[in-house]
């Protein structure tokens, strides 16, 4: 069998696709003018310095033939409306179209943050109806939707951390963060000024409660906890962890970013939560990746509250809304005018749209699908923590490693089988790790092919490894060298070499 097809016709996406340049001929044109029946005009008289005399080696291609190539480019980047995403820690679930419809609706995408408060009653009226759905969600007491992100909104927690800390003497000195830990956290304790300590986990994946008691003390300003940790691990002990922090006035954060899979079944409030923030653009329904604007809310418990980034939505008394300046303690202002209200708005369409029962049943989705794919690929693959699973599940290469067939090679065969790669080798701690979240959104037809595809290639990493070591073998370049793409990516054609943009190693 050629390398380049797959056992199973799972294939979605063809990323094989040349450069236009390669398709031109020489008299080929996307135009056709009838003869000129008008004075002819100099254009130079009339572009004077604009005009461009040197046309370069621009390709000759007919129209069809610009189009296609766009089009068929354009399914390159693997997209969620293309198929199964099923990278883990990141949520790139299907969003609803009609949240787009109603961001877009004229007078919510034309309002202007310059507007006077009078006349933007209707985008405050989204900004406090959303606070109020996140609050009721979390459980928690008050909230800023400024944050652009979920690092950011990390950033603003503990921003609001400290200031509390400040308030009472002393900003302290440490934050603990478990090896399980989203890798934002660490780093948004250092921005902050925090020395960061590690917490080790124990065998079931969890935060080791002994090890806390130990490392906790009065300089330890907070424990941030990831939860569902990255293991997909919902932290048992969650309670006793706020307790053991709580007795020596530290604050619990949380990472929220997986909220999606506990919205409508626990409330981080309940269970001893100081502040924590949410990832609307994994959760509620905001389209994840290629870099466009995101949302990072912050909530806090009422003691936190004077610290929240300013400024803040009030209800006045006569019931209209307004933005409140005078906050003496607040650490400030995190982002323009009011974070990204196209956000706000496609969260509180899907908030609204689901009600308390869809959301709920958008979280046992979304673990059952993590679950389903779990119980379908154990034993296949090495399964390190036996704890139950939520919204992802994280195996290893442990048996394939075996053949020499490492994680990022199954990522990488994955593509053939026209799928996106999970995530490869996070979380740290474990070696080798395949990091799945298939979401809600997918169908179990959809899921079935996901496991075909996984199936299939550890049947040929048993019967030819290097089928799976050298894959991608159906895209036009294979491993790239991803360091120097970044750092030395090279965007222009040279027609002299004849050289594809991207080089293969
Ligand atoms: C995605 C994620 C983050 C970071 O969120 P961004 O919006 O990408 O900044 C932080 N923590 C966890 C657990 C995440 O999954």
């Not at 199973?8 to 020489?26: C, D, W, Y």
């Not at 409306?81 to 099923?86: A, R, T, V």
Request: hydrophobic share 35%.
């Amino acid at each position: 069998m050629p390398t380049h097809m797959t056992r199973k016709a799972t294939r979605h996406v063809n990323q094989n696709e040349g450069l236009i340049f390669e398709k031109s001929s020489p008299g080929k044109a996307a135009w056709k003018l009838p003869p000129l029946d008008v004075p002819e005009v100099n254009t130079s008289t009339l572009l004077g310095s604009q005009e461009r005399k040197d046309l370069g080696q621009m390709p000759e291609v007919s129209e069809i033939e610009i189009i296609r190539h766009f089009t068929r480019l354009s399914t390159w980047n693997y997209a969620i409306d293309l198929g199964m995403y099923p990278l883990g820690s990141c949520t790139m679930k299907y969003n609803p179209r009609v949240n787009e419809v109603v961001s877009r609706l004229e007078g919510i995408a034309n309002g202007h943050p310059y507007q006077p408060e009078k006349i933007s009653q209707g985008a405050l009226r989204i900004i406090k109806t959303l606070s109020d759905c996140l609050l009721e969600i979390t459980g928690m007491d008050a909230i800023t939707l400024q944050p652009a992100a979920g690092a950011h909104g990390e950033f603003t927690g503990l921003l609001m951390v400290r200031a509390h800390h400040e308030s009472k003497g002393s900003p302290r000195k440490k934050v603990l963060i478990p090896d399980s830990a989203h890798g934002t956290n660490p780093a948004t304790a250092a921005m902050v000024g925090y020395a960061v300590e590690n917490l080790k986990s124990n065998a079931k994946g969890m935060v080791d409660i002994p090890s806390l008691q130990a490392q906790m003390n009065e300089d330890v300003a907070a424990l941030m906890l990831t939860n569902p940790n990255t293991l997909g691990v919902f932290e048992q002990e969650i309670h006793k962890v706020a307790d053991i922090l709580h007795a020596k006035g530290g604050l619990l954060y949380m990472d929220g970013a997986n909220m999606n899979a506990l919205v409508g079944k626990v409330r981080p409030g309940d269970f001893g939560v100081d502040v924590m923030h949410l990832n609307l653009h994994k959760t509620f329904s905001t389209p994840h990746g290629g870099g466009g604007p995101g949302s990072g809310p912050v909530a806090v418990r009422r003691a936190l509250e004077p610290f929240l980034p300013k400024p803040v939505p009030v209800s006045k008394p006569d019931g209209t809304l307004a933005f409140d300046y005078d906050r003496p303690q607040s650490v400030g202002r995190v982002r323009s005018f009011y974070g990204n209200s196209g956000m706000f708005i496609r969260a509180l369409a899907y908030i609204l749209a689901n009600g308390p029962d869809g959301l709920r049943q958008t979280t046992e989705d979304a673990v059952l699908n993590a679950n389903y794919i779990r119980k379908a690929l154990e034993g296949i693959f090495d399964l390190p923590y036996s704890s139950p699973s939520m919204h992802e599940v994280v195996l290893s290469d442990k048996v394939q490693a075996k053949k020499g067939a490492r994680t990022m090679d199954i990522a990488k065969r994955l593509i053939d089988y026209g799928f996106h790669p999970y995530t490869t080798a996070f979380p740290l701690i474990v070696p080798g790790a395949m990091m799945i979240e298939p979401t809600e959104s997918e169908s179990k037809e959809e899921l079935d092919l996901f496991i075909e595809a996984m199936k299939s290639i550890a049947e040929e990493v048993h019967e030819d490894a290097e089928v799976v070591k050298t894959a991608p073998h159906s895209t036009r370049v294979t491993r790239l060298d991803e360091t120097a793409a970044a750092r030395k990516p090279i965007l222009r054609w040279k027609p002299e070499s004849q050289e594809p943009t991207a080089k293969s190693q």
